[in-house]
């Protein structure tokens, strides 16, 4: 019959455009991938995922292939007699019954065990995290260390890493895929999520936020950093220090190997004492992170950008002047400069060793950085920060800033201040 | 093979009373008329709500694109979900309930003809207050979920989420009202001789539906009425500086959310039930284990609601039951599944466009039953929800599902709805390009999921491993809209133009199929005595209903006053009775508005209006 083989035809061509597709999808590079296996965490989730993956490939298939059969053999043919007109098999129901329950039955013990497991208590030597999510960014805060930063997060390998996920305002979700499983914060709770990066060198990844929160959701993600733990404590005695200006990053400590690690938290080192370090910690060195790994997020059409001449004249002294005279100081806090103490944006302590702006949106360059001060608002909708470029048009409260607004000089200043925060 | 189908007559039977003027559909009583006001309205919104979706896609097609801004898009998303949940899919059911239930169990009309008139208006009236926002860039954008406390007035401070909590607080009335009146009619109004365990499988779903309505929905208006409150009232049960817990807003909203689910997919279960034997000619395979099943789905879907929440950290213990209580559906479901196979092995399967349709939800359907198992392992889906992989599931089971089934069932009844065929040239393009498209969208959302793309953003980055998903997902939208808009002509041509039917133009065995199509006023000339599951492959149609000679006069059929069947007359009331509780309701607005008076004058006026309104409609005669 025509329409048969019609059929037929059609559902080689889509069986063979979906095998395409999946050849096409293990050429590409997936940076994101869920499938890694550099947690314990992730490892458990993959392990289930398998068996899933598995039991349900292979239902999916039978079920598929008894229909195709089914409708192919039994298609009707010209004059073919009445059916036989059955109605039901008894043995056949208890079968298809019973099958099913005892795949579950090998679906259902793996999951409630790693439910358990995954949920259980963090080990008390591993480093706390509190994240602290806020529309559209994130504060990471390491009580140990007593440091306080943002949308950058370092993690010593090796070591389990207790996140108290916590939010400012409506709720969010904290993940990152390549590590392991998304926990959401949400408001008035403290919830807990913990892995031990132990699989894997020093690498840089995505976290972004999963939880549906408002205009700039998509523009809420973060960065993460897995370095060697001797860099981890560089890193973390500096962060602790005020600001030091203009200094060139120190070089990786270590250099950046796997380490492997079965006991979870057993490299739990003591932070190093801050009058010993170098006067410049450890910073993520940029020519070692992957091309995805940088933003590419297009400036938004309408805003001038700021000339590299301009910007070339700014100097860090004059703008830490202007920046502690302006609106900046009421959100912003930058330990060691005494008038910058506000709480509701990002801490810009040691914002120039940062890679990326506005909660991994842009390159932390001069040039977005500049025109981040001058219009933030365009640059991302919805955010708190309000427009300050003199004459901007602030695209939320639809007017130009005249009073207290910044010109592009003083832009370029303040630029080189936060840029010169290492 | 033997045909069941009997010839057609050259001419569409009509009793020659049939009223086509506006005022005949504004007061209509009639069950199949607003049924079909109920599949017209749906359909618009189905067109709607694909639109929104089309511009979804565009926006998505590549990365960084700048079609539309975040703001927009949020409200892009929120609508489609909201449209398709509530505008598209519920009422498409609700089409299929009222044409179809008296009709299935041999019926003149529901128990309460103005009631459901009633319930089609006041669903008409939160549809547009619902819908009608976006075009002034003021839709709700808070997702189809409205997640407190994004939700809450410090949060989302403009009118936005009030007209989707007004919106869906009128929708629920419709819905609670319109699920009373059909477990009433199916208790009571019942042919002699259809003992429950006759009843056809679409009825029975329906059946088990109407309960899933009226224990979820209380919920749903429980939780919008405290955020209703909430932001007209100023009280604090979901401001969290006050000390409100959000996961109250959330477990709430999916002891609704869940059964929801199966609301909107078991109706598309009973349609298949009925087209998968007809086109086999075989009895349904299992009839009593489908009929369990479909119950236990429905009384299981209680009891899941919490692995939408495998995120929020319920603790081990609640994410440990959730996981089992919701691998235990995937028995009935599958059950389901092998038993429609088994209805067409060792069948006459007849490929008509309804068919294919119905078989494609098998096929598609499983699909998204088995990435339901991988999300129900709490550990797993901490890295599936909220992704890709999420929107790739829930799209295998209501397009793939409840879509395909619906479709299934167009071109099954739009016979005996119109008395004409709907051209199967057509509908056979139709099919291809809309199953094909909705593969191509659909299942790359799987691969970009996992991959870590997260859902409800309005860009992503370039190089992130994404793009050819994305671009995959985006051009089967195409093939998706060619479908549809192939359909449309389909629909619109064969209403008017398409071959005349007759009364049973597939061999079907169910009542509906005994009588004319379209069918006259008063359905059946005599209730029919009914002897078993198939009565018209069973008994002769002739045993069943009237003779000709009996039911027709003069080259028409006979009308219901020359029959001596009484029939409710038209009436007004139950579309003023709509229009006066929706303004009611939306007075609520110039509270937020800050002028009281206002909000007061009408909200006083409209509740006296609606109050004389019901005190008429209960004291004027039905019939």
């Known amino acids: 019959m025509t329409g048969t083989s019609r059929l037929r035809r059609s559902l080689g061509a889509a069986t063979a455009a979906l095998a395409l597709a999946a050849l096409a999808a293990c050429g590409s590079d997936h940076p994101n991938s869920t499938f890694l296996h550099w947690t314990e965490f992730g490892r458990d989730i993959d392990f289930l995922w398998d068996r899933l993956l598995g039991w349900g490939t292979a239902v999916f298939v039978l079920v598929e292939a008894v229909l195709v059969y089914t409708i192919i053999r039994f298609r009707a043919k010209p004059d073919g007699p009445t059916p036989v007109q059955t109605h039901g098999n008894t043995t056949l129901e208890i079968t298809w019954t019973i099958v099913p329950a005892v795949i579950l039955v090998f679906i259902a013990v793996p999951t409630v065990r790693t439910v358990f497991k995954t949920q259980a208590k963090a080990p008390d030597s591993a480093l706390q995290v509190e994240v602290i999510g806020h529309q559209w960014w994130w504060e990471f805060k390491y009580p140990q260390y007593g440091i306080t930063t943002a949308n950058e997060l370092y993690l010593p390998v090796g070591r389990t890493v207790n996140f108290a996920l916590k939010t400012k305002d409506v709720l969010h979700s904290f993940w990152i895929p390549n590590l392991g499983g998304k926990r959401d914060l949400i408001s008035n709770r403290t919830n807990y999520l913990w892995f031990t990066p132990d699989s894997i060198g020093a690498a840089a990844m995505n976290g972004q936020c999963a939880e549906y929160c408002g205009d700039s959701h998509a523009n809420m993600k973060f960065k993460v950093f897995t370095v060697a733990p001797a860099d981890f404590e560089s890193w973390a005695a500096h962060q602790k220090r005020p600001a030091v200006f203009g200094v060139a990053p120190a070089a990786p400590a270590t250099p950046a190997v796997p380490v492997k690690s079965a006991a979870r938290g057993a490299v739990a080192a003591a932070p190093a004492p801050a009058d010993t370090a170098p006067p410049v910690g450890y910073a993520f060195p940029a020519d070692q992170i992957k091309p995805f790994w940088w933003p590419k997020t297009p400036l938004p059409a309408g805003l001038a950008e700021i000339p590299d001449a301009v910007l070339a004249q700014g100097d860090a002294a004059r703008g830490k002047d202007t920046y502690s005279r302006s609106a900046c100081i009421g959100c912003h806090t930058i330990t060691g400069n005494p008038m910058s103490m506000g709480v509701i944006g990002p801490n810009l302590t040691h914002f120039g060793s940062r890679h ?30 309000n427009t300050q470029g003199m004459n901007e048009m602030d695209p939320m409260m639809h007017q130009k800033v005249t009073t207290g607004g910044l010109t592009d000089a003083q832009v370029a200043d303040v630029v080189a201040y936060l840029r010169a925060l290492k | 093979m033997t045909t069941m189908a009997a010839p057609a007559p050259a001419t569409l039977p009509t009793t020659g009373e049939y009223k086509t003027g506006i005022w005949s559909w504004l007061t209509t009583v009639d069950h199949k008329r607003i049924g079909i006001l109920y599949l017209v309205t749906a359909l618009f919104f189905f067109v709607w709500g694909g639109l929104e979706a089309a511009i979804i896609r565009a926006q998505l097609a590549g990365p960084n694109m700048g079609l539309v801004t975040a703001q927009q898009y949020n409200q892009l998303f929120t609508m489609h979900g909201t449209t398709m949940v ?12 009222n044409f179809l239930i008296p009709l299935q169990i041999g019926a003149r009309d529901v128990a309460f003809p103005r009631l459901n008139a009633f319930s089609y208006w006041v669903f008409l009236a939160g549809g547009i207050v619902v819908t009608l926002p976006i075009l002034f860039g003021m839709a ?7 997640y407190a406390p994004l939700t809450t007035k410090a949060y989302s401070s403009g009118y936005n989420i009030d007209y989707w909590v007004l919106g869906l607080q009128i929708l629920g009335v419709a819905s609670l009202a319109a699920a009373f009146n059909f477990i009433t009619t199916i208790i009571n109004m019942r042919a002699p001789g259809m003992v429950l365990m006759r009843m056809p499988v679409f009825t029975w779903m329906s059946f088990v539906v109407q309960f899933l309505v009226i224990l979820a929905f209380p919920v749903i208006t429980a939780a919008l009425v405290f955020l209703l409150f909430d932001r007209f009232f100023g009280t604090n049960f979901y401001t969290v500086a006050a000390g409100a817990d959000p996961l109250l807003w959330q477990h709430l909203f999916w002891v609704f959310g869940h059964p929801e689910v199966y609301i909107l997919i078991l109706p598309a279960f009973g349609l298949v039930s009925e087209v998968l ?10 009839y009593p284990v489908i009929v369990y099943s479909g119950i236990l789905i429905g009384a299981l879907g209680f009891g899941v609601w919490a692995h939408h929440m495998f995120s929020v950290g319920m603790g081990p213990i609640a994410d440990s039951v959730f996981s089992v209580t919701t691998m235990l559906i995937a028995i009935p479901t599958g059950v389901k599944i092998l038993n429609w196979v088994s209805t067409m092995w060792g069948g006459q399967i007849r490929f008509t466009t309804s068919m294919m349709f119905a078989i494609a939800l098998v096929a598609m359907f499983t699909v998204g039953g088995i990435s339901g198992i991988m999300h129900s392992s709490a550990p797993a889906d901490l890295q599936q929800t909220d992704s890709y992989f999420v929107v790739a599931h829930f799209h295998y089971v209501l397009v793939g599902g409840a879509v395909l089934g619906i479709m299934a069932g167009v071109y099954y009844y739009f016979p005996k709805l119109t008395g004409r065929m709907l051209d199967e040239t057509l509908g056979k393009w139709h099919f291809w390009t809309f199953v094909i498209g909705t593969n191509l969208t659909f299942f790359p959302m799987h691969m970009s999921g996992l991959y870590g793309m997260p859902r409800r953003i309005y860009t992503y980055d370039a190089g992130q491993g994404w793009e050819m998903y994305n671009l995959l997902s985006s051009i089967g939208v195409i093939f998706q809209a060619i479908g549809m808009t192939i359909f449309f002509v389909n629909f619109i041509r064969s209403w008017k133009k398409g071959a005349i039917a007759g009364n049973n133009p597939w061999g079907a065995p169910t009542l509906e199929w005994a009588i004319p199509s379209p069918v006259p006023d008063y359905n ?10 198939y009565p018209l492959w069973d008994q002769k149609a002739g045993d069943l209903v009237k003779s000709e000679a009996e039911t027709t006069t003069g080259g028409r059929l006979k009308t219901a006053a020359e029959l001596g069947i009484p029939m409710p007359f038209p009436t007004i009331l139950p579309l003023v009775a709509a229009v006066f509780m929706t303004a009611m309701l939306c007075g609520l607005l110039f509270i937020h508005a800050g002028n ?4 007061l004058g009408i909200m006083i006026t409209c509740g006296l209006g609606l109050a004389f309104t019901l005190i008429k409609w209960l004291t004027s005669p039905l019939e």
């Open chain 2, 277 to 286: 034997p007809t086109f086999s000619r075989k009895p349904l395979f299992g």
């Open chain 2, 86 to 97: 509530f505008l598209v899919i519920m009422p498409l059911s609700s089409a299929f309930f």
């Open chain 2, 140 to 146: 709700p954008d808070g997702g189809w979920f409205g």
């Open chain 2, 524 to 533: 059946f000339a005599h209730i029919p005595v009914v002897t078993s599951r």
């Open chain 2, 596 to 599: 009281l008076p206002l909000a």
């Open chain 1, 356 to 385: 990326t702006l506005a909660a991994g949106l842009f390159p932390n360059d001069a040039k977005h950085l500049a025109m981040w001060i001058k219009n933030s608002r365009m640059m991302k909708p919805g955010v708190l920060m």
